[in-house]
C-alpha cells in the first residue's frame, strides 16, 4: 500500500511540475503553434502602380489596400524560396500558376494602392481585405471571392459591381457598402454584408443569399433561386 501511495504521489508531482515548465515557457517565450510566425520568412518585392488586377490559376492569395504597391511572399524559413509569376504591363498586375498543391504553408499577399479599379479572376481563389476604394469591378470565372472587409476602414460611398459564371462563389463577411451590382450565371453568392441598394440578373442555376437591403433590383430565370434575410 506505501509503495503504491508514493508511486501516486510521485507521478503527481511529475505533472505538477512538467505544467510549471510549460507556464513558465510560455511566459517566457509566448505561445507556440505548428503555424507561428517565427517559422516563416517573407520576402517583400516592390511593384509599379497597377489599376487593374489579374489572376489566373492561383490559389491562397490576398489583396489588401496600402500607400504603396508591393507584393509580399511567406513561406517557411526551412524550405526552398517559391518561385511566383507575375508581370506589370500597361498598369495591369497579371499573376499566374500559384496553386496552393504545389505551394504548401505559402501565402502571397497583393498590396494595392487606391489607384485599382479591376480585379479578373480565373481558376482562382483570393480574399480581399482591408479595402476601402471607392468603387471595384470584379469579374470571376470559375473562381472563389472572399470579401472580409476590415471595419475600420469607412468608404460609405464604395460600389462593388461584380460578373460571375461558370461555378463562381462570392462569400463577404459583415461590413458596409452603399451599392453592389451582381450578374450571376451559373454562380452563387452568401453575403452577409449590408448594402444600401442591390441589383443584378441571375440566371443558369444560380443562388444569392443576402441580407435586405434598402433597395433591392434583381431578376431571375426559373432555374435560380433569390434569399433575401430581413436581419
Partial sequence: MKTSKIIFISLLSTIAVLILATVIDIRIHGRRDDGRQSDFKVNKRMLPVFKALKVYNSTNVTLVQNDSSYIEVSYLKDSI??????????????????????????????????????????????????????????????????????????????????????????????????????????????????????????SDSSKINVRQPREISLKKDETSKINVNDY
Avoid at 518561385?83 to 494595392?112: C, G, P, Q, W
Avoid at 469607412?154 to 461555378?167: M, R, T
Fill in 81 to 202: 524560396a517559391p518561385v511566383v509569376n507575375y508581370t506589370v504591363t500597361d498598369d495591369t498586375l497579371i499573376m499566374s500558376d500559384f496553386e496552393k498543391t504545389n505551394h504548401r504553408n505559402v501565402s502571397v499577399t497583393i498590396h494595392a494602392t487606391d489607384s485599382l479599379r479591376s480585379i479578373q479572376l480565373k481558376k482562382s481563389n483570393i480574399s480581399v481585405e482591408r479595402i476601402g476604394l471607392v468603387k471595384l469591378f470584379f469579374t470571376l470565372d470559375e473562381s472563389e471571392l472572399w470579401l472580409n472587409q476590415d471595419t475600420l476602414v469607412k468608404s460609405v460611398s464604395q460600389v462593388l459591381d461584380i460578373v460571375a459564371k461558370n461555378h463562381s462563389r462570392i462569400n463577404s463577411s459583415e461590413f458596409r457598402i452603399d451599392s453592389l451590382g451582381l450578374v450571376l450565371q451559373n454562380s452563387e453568392a452568401n453575403l452577409e454584408m449590408k448594402v444600401n441598394k442591390i441589383s443584378g440578373i441571375l
